[in-house]
């Protein structure tokens, strides 16, 4: 039985000289496939089935696997591979999506998020701290783990009139007011706080649209990895690879 369906690959593994066997990030969840002579230069799943590469994948199902039998490419994203640290930080997109996105169910907003977050890239539009921390919010909130930043889990304010203290952890935080009573430090500046509650609160396509000076950005990339690190359990191998080429 075959059947077609758009994806992008997020991993692959290769087996043998010529062969591949890749994950996809589909609509419908995550996909195992076997892409035979992939790796052969020229070959007409060679391009179509590397990594990064969102196409449209004829697929046949078999025992253990699906089997690529025809791919089409529709964005391949080559900026990307032409910096290093780009590629990088895509491939550390893809390690987080191999871990949270589900199988078998509704996977179309991951997707979209990715595909959004690599346009990003490949285009420049987006400074990289933003885009990376950007996703890391939004993967950990499809997954269950949304921050609650809504206000001070201590008095309930929404502001603060100064540095705040945020539990990764707990994933809440306390404003500046309650920090004394409650015996806690200031960790954050107030406008990271702002920043990950318009990333959890907004539509998907303007969650970008937020501004940080220089050393709020440096915290808010520190806070946005600090959570994924936190509650993922375990830490990614591409997350170091990253940040050395960074």
Known sequence: ???????????????????????LLTPGGLVTAYARSSLKPG?????????????????????NMYTVTDATSQNRFLSIYSRADRYALAVYF??????????????????????????????????AWQVKGVFEISIMSLSGYMPDVAGCSVCGSADSSG?????????????????????RQ??????????????????????????LGDDAQRDFSRL??????????????TLDFYNMMR
């Not at 500046?189 to 501004?211: L, Q």
């Open 1 to 23: 039985m075959k059947t077609a369906v758009d994806g992008i690959v997020i991993w692959e593994v290769r087996t043998g000289e010529a062969d591949r066997v890749i994950t």
């Open 43 to 63: 070959g007409k799943l060679t391009g179509s089935t590397a990594m990064l590469s969102y196409s449209n994948f004829e697929l046949s199902s078999g025992k």
């Open 94 to 127: 893809c390690e987080l999506m191999r871990y949270l996105a589900p199988t078998e169910e509704d996977s179309s907003e991951y997707l979209s998020l990715l595909l959004n977050c690599l346009y990003l890239l490949d285009e420049d539009i987006k400074p």
């Open 163 to 183: 540095a705040v203290f945020f539990d990764s952890l707990e994933a809440s935080w306390v404003c500046s007011d309650c920090l004394r009573r409650t015996g």
């Open 186 to 211: 200031a960790n954050y500046p107030f406008p990271v706080i702002a920043a990950v509650r318009y990333i959890v609160m907004s539509e998907a396509r303007k969650a970008f649209s937020f501004t």
């Open 224 to 237: 946005c990895e600090d959570y994924v690190l936190n509650h993922l359990e375990r830490k990614p191998k």
